[in-house]
T-cell receptor, first 113, second 114 residues
């Protein structure tokens, strides 16, 4: 199993550009989530999904969209990138939501100029 | 609101020594779960240990163990016989039954010195 994969590993954007961060898992996990990691702030939840077709907002959802058309994929879209979205983004998955261990992807480092 | 607090931004320990990282949390829930994750320089998040709140016995994983004090809402991580490979950022995390959200602390950066 590849586990949780994320692409790209690093991306530079200009303010106002849009892009999609890809996340895929091959463990048949129902729960998937996106976090951003900023210095001194830990990991903050952006959006999450409890199954195909079901998504919800986390702590910091503004400026991001998600969709979940399949169990495997959970892309994160930046509609109009801003310098405040410069961060490291992690995708995670787990079998269920109730206290299970989350498995993380390797992260995507995003720089918005 | 649920919160997780890690009050030690940075720590260091000599190789082969023991170190304890602190974590406190605030919740009114009775059925919850606590985690310690390790993030080495590679950036990959790796589970170190998981504790279910209803279990009184402290979880252990080889050189890693926790001191779970439910009444005090404390969940510290003890690393015994520290190794250079333990150098990493350590995050404490919390979730509870009925939610799909995990809450992370701000992390403790641990450096193991040779």
């Amino acid at each position: 199993n590849a586990g949780v994969t994320q692409t790209p590993k690093f991306q530079v954007l200009k303010t106002g550009q849009s892009m999609t961060l890809q996340c895929a898992q091959d463990m048949n996990h129902e729960y998937m989530s996106w976090y951003r990691q900023d210095p001194g702030m830990g990991l903050r939840l952006i959006h999450y999904s409890v199954g195909a077709g079901i998504t919800d907002q986390g702590e910091v959802p503004n400026g991001y969209n998600v969709s979940r058309s399949t169990t495997e994929d959970f892309p994160l879209r930046l509609l109009s990138a801003a310098p405040s979205q410069t961060s490291v983004y992690f995708c995670a998955s787990s079998p269920t939501s109730a206290g299970e261990t989350q498995y993380f992807g390797p992260g995507t480092r995003l720089l918005v100029l | 609101a649920q919160t997780v607090t890690q009050s030690q931004p940075e720590m260091s320990v000599q190789e082969a020594e023991t170190v304890t990282l602190s974590c406190t949390y605030d919740t009114s829930e009775s059925n919850y779960y606590l985690f310690w994750y390790k993030q080495p320089p590679s950036r990959q998040m790796i589970l170190v240990i998981r504790q279910e709140a209803y279990k009184q016995q402290n979880a252990t994983e080889n050189r890693f163990s926790v001191n779970f004090q439910k009444a005090a809402k404390s969940f510290s991580l003890k690393i015994s016989d520290s190794q250079l490979g333990d150098t990493a950022m350590y995050f404490c995390a919390f979730t509870f039954s009925g939610t799909y959200k995990y809450i992370f602390g701000t992390g403790t950066r641990l450096k193991v010195l040779a």
